[in-house]
């Protein structure tokens, strides 16, 4: 298949972007849940990672506070299959959980908030679990002290066994930011620094730009990011450096009808083993936006194999 490449060069604290107006990959849909029929629901799941040692995905939602079924829960445990196992709560520092990434080796959660134009690090209190009342929050990034004014979706890299970067998304400059810690190695001080920053919306399938991204998530195995807009039915896979590698459609979510319709886009995105094993993507949809209808109730999450 011929691909038709453009490369756009960026100097400075920008990266390398291409454009891609053919797939190489497809996602088939395995199973959907909707979140909106949870015993506790998720309206609008705005943010998703999983916990190898729970081994359960972890859900946020952004604007169920805005809504009657607000049960003052904003953090949802689920299985693989998509069942409800547990709710928590962010509301110690957000009402706002727009992204999550869970980070094993410090034990704690990464959680984006836009009104607050910053991401959080909740830690484990006591009670050894996070979401509770006793977590130990801490403020890492001001996201706009990178000129990040909407930032939506978070994501880690380490190396050699420490944290390295933090990566996040913002919806309104529709770019991807990449921040290091300085010589003091910890996030949240002065001396942290800008590694890059590039446009997702350089990013296409069929001539459809990514112009609200939200979910981002670096995958260890591969070394690359896989990055998803709210309103757009593809995944986009690229480098750190903001090369594409692949744009990867999700044909079942373009697919409409009175009797299975189509989703809306995706929110956030991340890899976690299928309950029979095998690598799956899973992707969360938040549907209709609460603040443009806060009666509705229309969230999914989404298993997916990847195929040639």
Not at 2 to 21: E, K, M, S, Y
Not at 84 to 96: D, H, I, N, Q
Not at 195 to 223: C, H, I, W, Y
Not at 236 to 249: F, M, P, R
Request: include cysteine; aromatic fraction near 10%; charge should be positive.
């Amino acid at each position: 298949m011929r691909r038709h490449l453009f490369v756009v060069a960026l100097i400075g604290l920008a990266a390398v972007a291409v454009v891609q107006t053919a797939s190489a990959t497809q996602g088939q849909l395995v199973r959907k849940t909707e979140t909106s029929s949870w015993s506790v629901p998720s309206t609008d799941p705005t943010g998703l990672t999983y916990d190898p040692k729970l081994k359960k995905l972890l859900v946020s939602d952004s604007e169920v506070d805005e809504t009657g079924f607000w049960k003052k829960r904003n953090l949802f445990v689920a299985s693989k299959t998509g069942a409800l196992s547990g709710t928590r709560r962010l509301t110690k520092a957000t009402f706002e959980p727009e992204g999550i990434s869970w980070y094993p080796r410090g034990k704690s959660l990464f959680v984006v908030d836009d009104d607050k134009d910053a991401i959080f690090r909740f830690g484990r209190g006591a009670d050894r679990r996070v979401g509770t009342k006793d977590d130990k929050v801490r403020q890492v990034v001001n996201t706009l002290r990178y000129g990040s004014r909407d930032a939506e979706g978070v994501a880690w890299h380490s190396r050699r066994g420490k944290l390295d970067m933090l990566i996040w998304t913002d919806a309104t400059t529709t770019k991807v930011y990449e921040v290091k810690p300085g010589h003091d190695h910890r996030f949240g001080t002065s001396d942290d620094v800008k590694k890059r920053e590039f446009a997702a919306s350089n990013f296409s399938l069929n001539g459809r730009n990514m112009m609200d991204p939200n979910g981002v998530f670096f995958d260890r195995k591969t070394g690359h990011l896989f990055i998803v807009d709210t309103h757009k039915h593809f995944v986009v896979e690229s480098t750190l450096a903001g090369a594409l590698v692949k744009t990867i459609d999700m044909p079942f979510c373009r697919a409409s009808s009175a009797t299975a319709p189509g989703c809306h886009g995706f929110s956030d995105v991340v890899f976690a083993p299928g309950p029979s094993g095998g690598r799956r993507l899973y992707l969360t949809d938040r549907g209709v936006d609460n603040e443009v209808d806060p009666s509705e109730n229309d969230g999914r999450l989404y298993q997916v194999k990847l195929v040639p």
